[in-house]
């Protein structure tokens, strides 16, 4: 099966081609500041960055012949995960969007893309996916109901490869995922459904390397009415110049293990106390699963650093297996679900956001 992946980021699109689970191409183009400065939505992109895509292709010699093109997915309204194939109401979710991101052109370039070479174009487990159980969405005030934003494609790709490597199905077991990245999420997966999750783009859970997770809410309604800061700051400090940044100075985390080891107290504080907000959410989510977790699964790009993990298993060791598997691989997580349903392996999911 011959599959073509689209992965838009801010500044990059990636693309890359599979043969079945092998990877034979793979390209970023990047996107130049002043190119993109022309554009004041990201919907004004969409011919850009289409063109960019085609124009990388047929550098490559590649024809527009594919088995499958799967794209990641965008800011949709809430919907269980699993494997969508695009169709109008996706379409139209993503051109119309709440919130802007580059990841919500990548199922319209897509499909377009797939009419060309008549196959099928897909996204899989988007970041808004949703399967909250529905004690997990109430909070104490009725007009703030939980939102389920988090790392999702990385988070249920490394399950099902855990759970491969021990000889079970995702499905048959109650796993925790740590995704370890300039956010931070932390999901109770329950037999195949992602029972519970901190919201990790809109301050809830741990602080991260750029964002400010939960804070006292009384606190933050004074600093939000005391006349210094104006909304725009208010929602910078608690995603993007949030957590380690806020503290520090730098989202770098091996600078900021350096410097705990060298000895100073600040960065080790911080950098431990982030670790810490992260542990008490592990504890929460092993709750989630009724004190019955098979194991948790540390991920993403600071999991790579053992500095992190050392903290991490000093406070985890008595919950259940800790498995660590760094870094994330979204375009071979993409190329996975696209296989899967190819093969009939997994079932393809019906967009019906509630």
């Known amino acids: 099966m011959k599959i073509l992946v689209i992965n838009p980021g801010s500044t990059s699109t ?21 190119d993109l400065s022309v554009f004041h939505h990201i919907n004004e992109q969409y011919e850009y960055r289409r063109l960019h895509v085609t124009e990388a292709l047929r550098e490559a010699g590649i024809p527009l012949c594919f088995d499958a093109i799967i794209a990641r997915g965008g800011l949709l309204k809430p919907t269980p995960g699993g494997v969508y194939r695009i169709n109008e109401r996706i ?45 997990a ?34 499905e048959e077991l109650n796993l925790i995922v740590v995704h370890l990245g300039g956010g931070i999420s932390v999901s109770a997966h329950h037999y195949g459904k992602v029972i519970d999750v901190n919201n990790a783009l809109n301050g809830e859970g741990p602080f991260s390397p750029e964002r400010a997770g939960t804070i006292p809410a009384r606190q933050l309604v004074d600093l939000c009415f005391s006349g210094k800061y104006t909304y725009q ?21 091996p600078t900021i293990v350096r410097w705990a080891n ?44 053992k500095y992190c993990v050392a903290l991490l298993r000093e406070w985890l ?28 392996e997994l079932p393809l999911q019906e967009y019906n956001p509630h």
């Not at 990636?14 to 002043?34: G, I, M, P, T």
């Not at 249920?156 to 491969?164: E, I, L, Q, T, W």
């Not at 107290?265 to 592990?282: D, N, R």
């Open 262 to 305: 060298a000895g100073d107290k600040k960065h080790k504080l911080v950098l431990e106390s982030m670790i810490y907000t992260v542990a008490k959410q592990v504890g929460a989510m092993h709750v989630a699963l009724h004190g019955q977790t098979d194991a948790v699964i540390l991920t993403g790009g600071i999991a790579n650093n």
């Open 317 to 344: 060791e008595g919950i259940a297996r800790i498995v660590v598997i760094p870094g994330e691989d979204e375009m071979g997580a993409l190329a996975m679900n696209a296989l899967g349903a190819l093969r009939g």
């Open 91 to 135: 379409k139209h979710d993503l051109w119309h969007a709440d919130m802007e991101h580059a990841s919500n052109l990548a199922a319209l370039i897509a499909d377009e893309l797939a009419a060309s070479a008549g196959c099928p174009a897909f996204i899989a487990d988007p970041v808004v996916t949703d399967e909250l159980c529905d004690v």
């Open 233 to 253: 700051e208010i929602r910078k400090m608690l995603n993007g110049r949030g957590g380690l940044l806020a503290h520090l100075g730098t989202t770098d985390v």
């Open 137 to 170: 969405r109430l909070t104490g005030i009725p007009e703030i109901p939980r939102i389920s934003i988090f790392h999702a494609l990385n988070s249920r790709a490394v399950s099902r490869n855990y759970a491969a490597r021990i000889g079970k199905k995702y």
């Open 14 to 34: 990636k693309l890359a081609v599979y043969e079945d689970n092998e990877q034979v191409w793979r390209k970023s183009v990047f996107h130049s500041a002043k």
